[in-house]
């Protein structure tokens, strides 16, 4: 039986009154965890204030040193992160990050015992020419060819197209393709494809995450714009039952 996931992607949002906010609502699930993905430099106050299961958005792929502006695993470590997204969309569009340099910062967070939050997907173009298989092999193949992904790590799958846009993938059409990444990953292991959990994201909201909830292999959300709200991500978490 795999648990739940619902974790909310602040992306470059929010403030410490927010972090307050839900430090003071305090969400609970009794099936689902939660997870608060945040910019880096509101983790440190929301560990203090007692929000658990805090993650890093991004990470670099270097130790430590001369890299003006970065934040190191060990830094997010020291600050309370367990987990950390990384290969979200935005950094892949906007920061030019390929499967290589995610590998390497995928080490680092295993070197600190970071939990992967593994982002992957494919763009509009990509939907329409009815690639969207070859592109999440592409971006799955050379981790688990590194060794990279294990039961632990956390999948998910966000079609660039609905990320942002208040157009969700269909839930028909996100477990489909949940289901293909669960193939993919169990050509090397097929007891870590059952395990691994599977999110979907892209314009999850109240409304729609009991139907994209309800199906097999969607074990959870990664949620933008929707988990700046407290009610709105309370709604999200309560999908799961
Ligand atoms: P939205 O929920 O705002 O579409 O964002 C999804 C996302 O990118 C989460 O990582």
């Known amino acids: 039986m795999r648990?739940?996931?619902?974790?909310?992607?602040?992306?470059?949002?929010?403030?410490?009154?927010?972090?307050?906010?839900?430090?003071?609502?305090?969400?609970?699930?009794?099936?689902?965890?939660?997870?608060?993905?945040?910019?880096a430099i509101l983790i440190s106050q929301a560990k203090s204030l007692g929000l658990k299961n805090i993650a890093g958005e991004d990470v670099s792929a270097n130790k430590n040193g001369a890299f003006t502006g970065e934040i190191s695993a060990v830094m997010l470590k020291e600050q309370g992160a367990e987990f950390c997204i990384i290969g979200h969309s935005e950094r892949r569009q906007y920061h030019g990050e390929n499967e290589k340099l995610l590998a390497e910062k995928w080490a680092r967070l295993n070197e600190e015992n970071i939990a992967v939050i593994y982002c992957i997907g494919e763009t509009e173009a990509e939907y329409d020419a009815g690639i969207t298989k070859s592109v999440l092999e592409r971006q799955l193949n050379p981790m688990l060819a590194a060794g990279l992904i294990d039961e632990n790590t956390v999948i998910a799958y966000e079609p660039v197209w609905a990320i942002g846009t208040g157009k969700a993938a269909t839930a028909e059409y996100a477990e489909k393709t949940h289901q293909e990444i669960r193939e993919i990953i169990s050509r090397q292991s097929a007891d870590v494809a059952s395990k691994i959990r599977i999110l979907y994201g892209g314009s999850v909201k109240a409304n729609n995450a009991e139907e994209l909830a309800n199906m097999e292999n969607i074990d959870g959300f990664l949620v933008g714009g929707a988990s700046l709200k407290i009610n709105e991500f309370k709604q999200i978490i309560e999908a799961f039952k």
């Open 3 to 39: 648990k739940s996931i619902v974790a909310a992607n602040w992306k470059m949002n929010g403030n410490s009154q927010l972090v307050a906010d839900f430090a003071q609502t305090q969400l609970q699930s009794n099936v689902a965890e939660i997870i608060y993905g945040l910019p």
